[in-house]
């Protein structure tokens, strides 16, 4: 279970900011998708067969899951992490099994440079000195995903909490 906590999205008490702790140094993972410029705003591609059905899935997921709750461990709609989300959704939506930590799924598919993100990739962050987040592109820098502070929703690459804690991304689909 201690090793799911830190393999997982994270957790924070309730009311804080996602983040706004100070931590220490992160401990090295090396990804293979690092850009020449990691702050500067990611373009999701839309080259690729396929790549408006993975929308169209990605925007039903949405649609589907929208608002459900953030639960370190949780694996429904009662409450889901990120983990378990994306899981899910590769799972119901393009008929591909994923890990169920997002350590793990840090090592599926190969990875991208940040310049070339298409819609299904999964993009992670660090979230903490042992923390991590994934999420699924989507277009436009949007990403889906379960947030500990907002539950399953869309975020953007761009956003100074995202943009500061990028970690790579990895093509599955």
């Known amino acids: 279970m201690l090793a799911l906590f830190f393999a997982s999205c ?7 900011i996602p983040g706004s702790a100070a931590s220490a140094a992160p401990s090295p993972i090396t990804v293979e998708s690092s850009e020449d410029n990691p702050s500067a705003p990611a373009a999701i591609s839309a080259a690729g067969p396929g790549i ?6 990605l925007h039903s997921a949405h649609n589907e899951w929208k608002g ?3 639960l370190l461990g949780g694996t429904g709609m009662n409450g889901i992490d990120c983990s ?13 099994s994923l890990p169920r930590n997002t350590r793990r799924q840090l090592s599926e598919g190969q990875g991208v440079r940040r310049n070339n993100i298409r ?3 999964l993009i992670f962050f660090r979230t903490g000195r042992r923390t991590l987040h ?3 592109a989507m277009q436009n820098g949007d990403f ?3 947030s500990v502070s907002g539950g399953v929703m ?3 690459l761009s956003e100074n909490y995202w943009a500061g804690r990028f970690l790579g991304v990895r093509r599955v689909l």
């Open 68 to 70: 459900t709750p953030y």
């Open 84 to 96: 378990a989300f994306t899981q899910v959704v590769y799972s119901e939506f393009f008929g591909t």
């Open 10 to 16: 994270g957790t924070v008490k309730r009311g804080s």
């Open 119 to 121: 819609p299904g990739d």
């Open 134 to 136: 994934v999420g699924i």
């Open 154 to 156: 869309i975020s953007n």
């Open 52 to 57: 408006s059905r993975v929308v169209q899935q």
């Open 144 to 146: 889906l995903h379960a």
